[in-house]
């Protein structure tokens, strides 16, 4: 099977950064899109994901054939309508610039802050339902965006898939680190949130990014057939 063409949007972020790496390391091609160059050591192409057009520019000129979409604004905005505008219309016109342009494979970085409301969510997986209330604007636009791309799996051809990261840390972060560095030198290391059994799961940034290419590479292939036990079958015996 040819190998992959990689767009990374958001490739100049924390999380991007590390997927663009990890994809140069085993070989593959990739570019950027992103509204900020960090980087001079891929092809660039600047752009906002709001904007459709720049989308299949970008599409047609790399030749991309698989996008890993990070791209968002960070959460804790005052203003709410920024994520909706960015990461549900701005979502929508990558989904549709895939379409348009026959591109493959589509993973999106979603969260999971999509289905917390608040309160403990233990021992669940993907088939718990979005919370009537989201937790915020933020982790709104981001359960609606990942909507939009499952739902977009098949269209044109499209295979799309979203992983929902906890909290993500390593090097090159930059609101993990500084928020737990702002509250030392603010002196508020004395406050305690609950009796101290608060859980909240954290995962290294390397690992984040190695999920995205498993989650691509895996896109095309054939699901495995279910045990035959599933099926309410014996196994067929094999005589050597
Ligand atoms: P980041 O801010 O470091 O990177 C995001 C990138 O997206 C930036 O380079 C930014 O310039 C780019 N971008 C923002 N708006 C854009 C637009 N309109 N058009 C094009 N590019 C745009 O963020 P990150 O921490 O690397 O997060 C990456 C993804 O992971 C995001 O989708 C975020 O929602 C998700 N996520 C992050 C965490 C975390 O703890 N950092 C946890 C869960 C999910």
Known sequence: MAKDQYLVIGGSGFLGRHIVDQLRARGDS???FDIVQRYHDVPFFSGDITDESAIASALKQS???CIIHTASPPAGLTDGSIYMKV???GTRAVI???IACGVRKLVFTSSAGVIFNGTDIIDVDERLPYPDVPLDAYNDSKAKAEALVIASNGK???LTVALRPAGIFGPGDRQCMSGLYQVYENNQTHFQIGD???M???TYVGNVAKAHLLAADKLDLPPPAPPLSTLGKAPL???E
Do not use: F, P, Q, R
């Open 30 to 32: 990739v570019s950027i």
């Open 63 to 65: 030749g991309t054939t």
């Open 87 to 89: 990461n549900v219309d």
């Open 96 to 98: 549709d610039a895939a």
């Open 156 to 158: 044109g051809g499209l």
């Open 196 to 198: 101290n059994t608060n």
């Open 200 to 202: 909240m799961d954290w």
């Open 237 to 239: 015996s094999v005589e």
